[in-house]
C-alpha cells in the first residue's frame, strides 16, 4: 500500500514539474519575440531584417507547438493536423501582403507521439516559409501560370505518415537566387528529418515538392 502511494506521489511531482517547465518555456518564447520585435524597430539593414523576421518565425512556430503540447499534456499522442493547420495558417499570415499565392491543405487528423512535434511542425515552417520567400518572384507571374499555389498534405499511407510540401513556382535546383537552395532552413529541415527516422524525396519537376514518409 505504501509502495502504490510513494508511486502515486511521485507521478504527481513529475507530473507537477513537467507543466512547470511548459510554462517557463512558454514564458521564455514570449520573452525572445519580444526582444526579436524590439530589434525589428530598429533601423538595421535587410540582410539582418530578414534574419530577424525569419527567427520570430521559427521561434513563433515553437510557441504554437508548445501551446498544443500544453494543451495535450494528459494524452499519449498530440494531433498532428491540428499542429501543420495551426502552422500553417501561421506562416501565410506572416506574408499576407502575398495575397497572390494560394495555400491549399489536403490534411487528415493524425495522432503522433509527443516527441514528433516539434521536428515536426518546424519542418513544415521552414519548407512553407521557404515557397513564400523565394519560389514566386514578381508576384509569381512567370513560366505563363495564371496563379500561384502551395499544398500542404498530411496523409496515412499503409503503416507509414506521409507529409508533402509543394508549390508551383520557380524549382530549388532552377531558382537563381542561390539563397533557396543553400538557406538554414533547407538544412534545418534535413537535420528534422533524421530526428524522427524519416525520409524525403524531392521533385522539381514542376516547381518544388518535398515528399517525407516517417
Excluded: W
Aim: net charge neutral; aromatic share 8%; glycine share 4%.
Amino acid at each position: 500500500m505504501i509502495g502504490i502511494e510513494t508511486g502515486i506521489l511521485d507521478k504527481i511531482k513529475e507530473e507537477t514539474l513537467l507543466k512547470e517547465m511548459q510554462h517557463r518555456m512558454k514564458n521564455n518564447l514570449q520573452l525572445i519575440l519580444s526582444l526579436i520585435n524590439i530589434q525589428l524597430l530598429k533601423n538595421i539593414d535587410e540582410t539582418n531584417k530578414d534574419f530577424l523576421h525569419s527567427l520570430k518565425q521559427r521561434v513563433d512556430s515553437l510557441s504554437q507547438i508548445n501551446n498544443l503540447l500544453d494543451y495535450s499534456f494528459n494524452e499519449s499522442s498530440i494531433n498532428l493536423g491540428e499542429l501543420i493547420n495551426c502552422i500553417s495558417e501561421n506562416v501565410m499570415s506572416a506574408y499576407k501582403k502575398r495575397n497572390d499565392i494560394i495555400l491549399m491543405k489536403y490534411i487528415e487528423n493524425i495522432e503522433v507521439e509527443h516527441q514528433f512535434a516539434i521536428p515536426l511542425g518546424l519542418i513544415v515552417n521552414e519548407l512553407l516559409t521557404n515557397s513564400y520567400k523565394y519560389a514566386f518572384p514578381v508576384n509569381g507571374k512567370f513560366k505563363g501560370k495564371n496563379y500561384c499555389k502551395i499544398e500542404v498534405i498530411l496523409r496515412k499511407i499503409n503503416d507509414k505518415y506521409e507529409l508533402i510540401i509543394s508549390d508551383n513556382g520557380i524549382s530549388i535546383n532552377n531558382n537563381t537566387d542561390s539563397k533557396r537552395k543553400n538557406s538554414s532552413g533547407v538544412k534545418l529541415v534535413q537535420t528534422f528529418i533524421s530526428q524522427i527516422d524519416g525520409e524525403y524525396q524531392l521533385d522539381v519537376t514542376d516547381g518544388t515538392s518535398y515528399k517525407i514518409t516517417f
